[in-house]
């Protein structure tokens, strides 16, 4: 079946400091989305990416499709507190349903 | 209420003893979906319904589970004769058109954390 491998599990930084969450898939994706867990909160969506190599930001978050639909990256630039949580993507292949990674959980230190 | 409502939130039972856990979506919404997340990893597909119509239950992960949606609104996930590996957080999503898919966002409900003593 479809796999969806995140990297890193964990990552520590240092306010003000970048952050990159990858996700692969196994199989061609037909669009991925990603969706952010609070502490003790629920998935909330984020974005979708449907075309290859689409590129879309949403303040200092910046998500990449890659060419061949089979990997997806989240970057935060300079990074802030209320940026905690994990961060998860989800693939999706025609006619099946969500995939979601194990997702990275981002601690961000004062 | 606004968001996807769950109930009840906390569920503790003894093993084989049948629960039910509800999910009241989003008005309007199509679609429901039933997830179940252990901690530290992602949310993992069971069942969904495209109105009352339950389209996909290959991840169900046998058959002591099951789900409703008899109106096409809320929608109830049974398990039978529980077992401790049934312990897990039971999450519900719904969206506002059919399938997953193209633009397709799911919203989230807090979720029903079940575990099996």
């Known amino acids: 079946g479809q796999q969806v491998m995140q990297i890193p599990q964990y990552q520590h930084v240092q306010e003000g400091e970048d952050f990159t969450t990858y996700c692969n898939s196994s199989?061609?994706?037909?669009?991925i989305q990603w969706y952010k867990q609070r502490p003790g909160g629920h998935p909330v969506f984020l974005i979708q990416?449907?075309?290859?190599?689409e590129v879309k930001k949403q303040k200092r978050l910046t998500f990449q499709f890659g060419e061949a639909k089979k990997n997806s990256s989240l970057h935060i630039t300079a990074t802030q507190t209320t940026d905690v949580g994990t961060y998860f993507c989800?693939?999706?292949?025609?006619?099946?349903?969500?995939?979601f990674g194990s997702g990275t959980q981002l601690t961000v230190l004062p | 209420g606004a968001g996807v409502s769950q109930s009840p939130r906390y569920k503790v039972t003894k093993r084989g003893q049948d629960v039910a856990l509800r999910c009241d979506p989003i008005?309007?919404?199509?679609?429901l979906y039933w997830y179940r997340q252990a901690l530290g990893q992602g949310p993992e597909f069971l069942t969904y319904?495209?109105?009352?119509?339950?389209?996909?239950k290959s991840g169900l992960p046998n058959d002591r589970f099951s789900a409703e949606r008899p109106e096409g609104s809320i929608s109830t996930l049974t398990i039978q004769r529980t077992e401790q590996r049934d312990s897990a957080m039971y999450r519900c999503?719904?969206?506002?058109?059919?399938?997953?898919?193209?633009?397709?966002?799911?919203?989230f409900g807090p979720g029903t954390r079940l575990t099996v003593l």
């Open positions: 999503a719904s969206s506002w058109l059919a399938g997953p898919g193209l633009g397709n966002e799911q919203f």
């Open positions: 199989t061609t994706l037909s669009n």
């Open positions: 990416l449907v075309k290859s190599g």
């Open positions: 989800a693939g999706i292949r025609s006619g099946e349903q969500l995939t």
């Open positions: 008005s309007g919404h199509v679609s």
């Open positions: 319904f495209n109105y009352e119509a339950q389209q996909d």
